[in-house]
């Protein structure tokens, strides 16, 4: 039994097999496509997702995410009160990309008020999907050996302000749907073959970081910023991302290999996707990289690997 009780929502793009062996629950956020709606990770995964970000290229519209509401997350602090919990942390998607935070922390001062022997500790990543991820682990790891929900938060402090996400879209379709783009910004991106290195800045907002003619050239400016990264930051690990993009994982891998033949302080460990709420905004065939600090890893979660390696139908 955990110290105390770990809640995310489901930005984290943590498999059900993993919340279940680290006691992690999860309040689902919402995609919503041509009318119908779908609880993230409950009513649909991501080979469905997939599906749905496939028809939407042909389409005017996207699908649109949104945030679940405060008594949703009532309802899980509840239970986990029930259950005999009186502390709970929950960690959730950066406020700087949606309001979800803000439901979590509403429910938070009902919960207390209501139970004033309880604690809840509403925690922003400024982060997402595999980011936000880790940090969860990482908190839910110290939970099981007996520590403190102090003891997580420096943890998540350290990763978080250590951590950075890459995303290499294959196109600007979504960003230019999502408004984050211009029309003209992708056309020219598509004749000239342009790809745009987009990242999450401090608060979690999204950035573009670097533009590049190719996945082959985008691909050897990640090998080479994560050699950057160890060099000037010390030893780090790293996950390679993608969604349903072989060919740029592929050339992603192989851009590291050749960096790492030169040496490089970055540990791999393990192939991840994201899921609905960023694949919104970059797409299918994207592909990206998340790194943080080796000293905010825990050995425990070496096997990580078996849980979120995707497989796409």
Known sequence: ????????????????????????????????????????????????????????????????????????????????????????????????????????????????????????TVYDSCSATVGQGAM???????????????????????LRAGHKIYFVPDNLDNLVKGGRASRFQGLATLLLDIKIVVSLDATGAIEVVHKCRGIKAAAKYLARQLAKDAQELGDLVYYKLYLKAPAALAALSEAIDRQAASGIAARFLTVATIGPTIATHVGLGAMGLMRFPASCHSAVLDDISAYLTPHFE
């Open 1 to 120: 039994m955990n110290r105390f009780a770990i809640v995310t929502d489901s930005a984290a793009d943590l498999p059900p097999a993993l919340l279940e062996k680290y006691h992690v629950s999860v309040v689902p956020l919402h995609v919503s496509y041509e009318g119908v709606d779908y609880a993230d990770g409950v009513d649909i995964d991501i080979n469905q997702f997939c599906a749905i970000l496939e028809d939407a290229r042909t389409k005017a519209d996207l699908p649109v995410t949104s945030q679940p509401t405060p008594g949703d997350f009532v309802a899980v602090y509840k239970r986990l009160v029930d259950e005999g919990a009186r502390e709970i942390l929950s960690v959730h998607l950066a406020g700087a990309l949606s309001g979800t935070i803000e439901g979590a922390r509403f429910a938070a001062e009902e919960i207390m008020a209501a139970h004033p022997d309880v604690r809840v």
């Open 136 to 158: 969860v682990l990482e908190a839910a790891v110290i939970a099981q050996e007996g520590g403190s929900v102090e003891d997580a938060v420096a943890r998540m402090d350290a």
